[in-house]
């Protein structure tokens, strides 16, 4: 698109990224409201049993990381940074493909949330209305936000706006969607990692559960691992998705192995807080061998045809680095 013809969004890049700080900031909001809620139900007994470390902890970290990468994005918007509305695009669409899965999930498995949560026995009427309303607010938060997230990044006049409005180099230039996602992917990855301390480190390998500070030290090779094709990834270096494709064959047969032999109620017991693992169980059954080794088959046979489908987009050792180019510009 001319950048002299484009439409200028410039009003809308303002509008979602204060609409992006906004979500940042009401996940900040919600750490001192869950450690206020943790607090004040210690004081009621038998409310606060099950709200430990392992069961607050995750959460407050994903909060955190979820809180500044809105803030930080929402803020980049604003300034019409061209990596800022790539990576938002990017985000979005991640965050639409993901939702609409936990929204197939949710229809799924209401029932046995139902049970667990104790929403089972309530009148027809009563529990008709928890699951509408429970659904209508996940498929807003999960799928149409981010569809207005989608639809608002992906338009050439977005982008344009942000090239005339921020026209020195960027990181993300010539990063076609797909690296840009890839290495968000591998950046949100690795600031997850901060929820397993919470869980004892516990780290599967190969049908074994490492915990302590083997665990530690293995999911310390992980972070660095990620950190490390983040930034690969975002130069579309060769080499990033050569480890990459080898490091997920890796876990792939780790994880199959391991769902073979270790039982989801095993897990449960490490993870979840003291006397909810037998309940969870109870709610939601025990998966049979096959269908975990089939649910791990299918969700890393997905990743690593998605990496085979980025191959062509990263740099042959040939191909002249970003540099070069600007140089001989």
Request: proline letters at 6%; hydrophobic letters at 55%; aromatic letters at 10%.
């Amino acid at each position: 698109m001319d950048p002299e013809a484009h439409k200028d969004r410039s009003a809308g890049l303002v509008v979602f990224g204060i609409i992006e700080i906004a979500i940042g900031a009401f996940c900040a909001l919600l750490i001192p409201l869950a450690l206020a809620v943790t607090l004040a139900s210690r004081t009621i007994e038998g409310l606060g049993a099950g709200l430990d470390v392992r069961t607050l902890g995750p959460s407050l970290a994903l909060y955190a990381v979820i809180a500044v990468v809105f803030v930080w994005i929402g803020i980049g918007s604003i300034r019409a940074r061209r990596w800022a509305a790539a990576v938002m695009l990017s985000l979005s669409w991640l965050w639409l493909i993901s939702g609409a899965l936990a929204m197939i999930g949710l229809w799924l498995l209401m029932p046995r949330i139902g049970d667990l949560a104790g929403i089972a026995d309530l009148p027809g009427g009563t529990m008709t209305l928890a699951l509408v309303t429970t659904s209508l607010l996940v498929g807003f938060i999960y799928v149409l936000l981010p569809l207005a997230f989608v639809l608002f990044y992906r338009s050439p006049n977005v982008a344009a706006t942000c090239r005339a409005r921020d026209p020195g180099p960027s990181w993300v230039d010539g990063c076609p969607t797909p690296i840009v996602s890839l290495a968000l992917v591998y950046g949100l990855g690795a600031a997850s990692l901060v929820a397993v301390p919470a869980w004892g480190f516990q780290f599967p390998l190969f049908g074994a559960v490492l915990d302590g500070w083997g665990g530690a030290a293995a999911w310390l090779l992980v972070l660095v691992l990620l950190l490390y094709l983040m930034i690969g990834t975002a130069r579309r270096d060769p080499q990033a998705w050569a480890v990459s494709m080898a490091a997920s064959l890796v876990a792939a047969s780790s994880s199959t192995v391991t769902a073979a032999v270790v039982p989801w109620s095993a897990w449960l017991g490490r993870v979840a807080p003291a006397g909810q693992g037998p309940e969870l169980v109870a709610a939601f059954g025990e998966p049979s061998p096959g269908l975990r080794v089939a649910l791990s088959l299918a969700l890393w046979g997905s990743w690593i045809a998605y990496l085979g489908y980025v191959r062509r987009l990263f740099l042959s050792p040939e191909a002249p680095t970003r540099d070069q180019e600007h140089r001989h510009a």
